[in-house]
């Protein structure tokens, strides 16, 4: 069976850059109503205006309790309910072994790992009664080793561990859980870690190309149409989608 997209009512964490206001964009086109948080209020009051009066915007910040709760408080009040979790929210620490600082360790996988599983937690009576769904991202990191990206690749990995787990405890009470692994996609995560600008980030993003069995980087939409797949798939769950291109295959497009 096919879930239908239009009234489905949604909650995307990390919306207001990359992938998530890739995600936002096509679930309110598709007609959902989507709520799509973020720590920077500016920044999800403009992907929520673009998209239409389907979106709504909320400021907060998922390692928060507090936030956490606002959030889901104003996606079952905006929706009429929960249908679909959508854990966009996340952040890259990158260094070397022997040079990792234990609090920046901390706080990655904790706005990573930890925060979804609580506001999983939290959203669980919701996604119980309508029957719904949970897409985490997972990462190629978890296939290909980049050295320096240990912190990063291990949070995510927990993800992917964590998929099939969820999928296996919550799937007899009617609750889907999957998970949607990216390549090589351009978005405000990566310039963060590297500290690029816009035109240094691209051109990085660009020398990845030939990595990629298909010869080319992804753009978010397409990482999103994976994320409504999900949505709708009645009988997906415990999946990790690898969409990447082909970058975890390890071949060379020269």
Same mark, same amino acid.
């Given at each position: 069976? &096919?879930?239908? /997209?239009?009234?489905?009512?949604?909650?995307?964490?990390?919306?207001?850059?990359? /992938?998530?206001?890739?995600? !936002?964009?096509?679930?309110?086109?598709?007609?959902?109503?989507? &709520?799509?948080?973020?720590?920077?209020?500016?920044?999800?009051?403009?992907?929520?205006?673009?998209?239409?009066?389907?979106?709504?915007?909320?400021?907060?910040?998922?390692?928060?309790? +507090?936030?956490?709760?606002?959030?889901?408080?104003? +996606?079952?009040?905006?929706?009429?309910?929960?249908?679909?979790?959508?854990?966009?929210?996340?952040?890259?620490? @990158?260094?070397?072994?022997?040079?990792?600082?234990?609090?920046?360790?901390?706080?990655?996988?904790?706005?990573?790992? /930890?925060?979804?599983?609580?506001?999983?937690?939290?959203?669980?009576?919701?996604?119980?009664?309508?029957?719904?769904? !949970?897409?985490?991202?997972?990462?190629?990191?978890?296939?290909?080793?980049?050295?320096?990206?240990?912190?990063?690749?291990?949070?995510?990995?927990?993800?992917?561990?964590? &998929?099939?787990?969820? +999928?296996?405890?919550?799937?007899?009470?009617? !609750?889907?859980?999957?998970?949607?692994?990216?390549?090589?996609?351009?978005?405000?995560?990566?310039?963060?870690?590297?500290?690029?600008?816009?035109?240094?980030?691209?051109?990085?993003? @660009?020398?990845?190309?030939?990595?990629?069995?298909?010869?080319?980087?992804?753009?978010?939409?397409?990482?999103?149409?994976?994320?409504?797949?999900?949505?709708?798939?009645?009988?997906?769950?415990?999946?990790?989608?690898?969409?990447?291109?082909?970058?975890?295959?390890?071949?060379?497009?020269?």
């Amino acid at each position: 069976m &096919t879930r239908e /997209i239009k009234g489905m009512s949604v909650l995307v964490t990390g919306g207001g850059s990359g /992938i998530g206001a890739a995600v !936002v964009a096509r679930l309110v086109a598709g007609g959902a109503r989507v &709520t799509l948080s973020g720590r920077r209020a500016e920044r999800v009051a403009e992907v929520a205006e673009r998209a239409g009066p389907g979106a709504l915007a909320v400021a907060g910040d998922v390692s928060v309790a +507090a936030d956490r709760q606002r959030m889901l408080d104003a +996606a079952v009040e905006h929706g009429g309910g929960l249908e679909l979790l959508v854990h966009g929210a996340g952040n890259m620490y @990158r260094g070397k072994l022997d040079e990792l600082d234990e609090a920046s360790l901390v706080d990655v996988f904790t706005s990573n790992t /930890i925060a979804p599983m609580l506001l999983t937690g939290l959203a669980l009576s919701h996604l119980r009664r309508s029957r719904g769904a !949970v897409v985490f991202f997972g990462s190629v990191h978890t296939q290909r080793a980049f050295p320096g990206a240990s912190p990063y690749a291990a949070t995510k990995g927990a993800l992917e561990a964590l &998929t099939g787990v969820l +999928a296996a405890e919550l799937g007899p009470q009617g !609750v889907r859980v999957s998970c949607v692994r990216p390549g090589g996609v351009l978005t405000e995560i990566n310039q963060r870690a590297g500290l690029f600008d816009d035109a240094e980030a691209a051109e990085r993003m @660009r020398g990845l190309d030939t990595a990629h069995a298909l010869g080319r980087s992804g753009t978010p939409d397409e990482v999103a149409e994976a994320v409504e797949y999900l949505a709708k798939a009645e009988w997906a769950t415990g999946a990790v989608l690898t969409i990447d291109g082909g970058l975890s295959l390890g071949v060379t497009n020269a």
